[in-house]
């Protein structure tokens, strides 16, 4: 009689497209996408689509 591999879930690790990665807010915790702001110096900084927080420290 043949052996018969039981079902179940296979934990394999894969690799994970970069497409699939979201950041995470510090200030609200939730992943998010990410906007872009011009700051009055010129420069541009990403910013939390959710509650519109500062992602990097403006230099």
């Known amino acids: 009689m043949p ?3 039981q079902g179940g879930i296979l934990d394999i ?6 497409g699939k990665v979201m950041l995470v807010c510090p200030k ?3 992943p998010t ?5 011009t700051l ?3 420069r541009r900084v990403r910013t939390c689509r ?3 927080e500062a992602l ?3 230099r």
């Open 3 to 5: 052996k018969v591999q």
């Open 13 to 18: 690790a894969q690799p994970l497209a970069i």
């Open 28 to 30: 609200c915790g939730q």
């Open 33 to 37: 996408r990410i906007a872009h702001q």
């Open 40 to 42: 009055e110096n010129g």
């Open 50 to 52: 959710h509650c519109g």
């Open 56 to 58: 990097e420290a403006a």
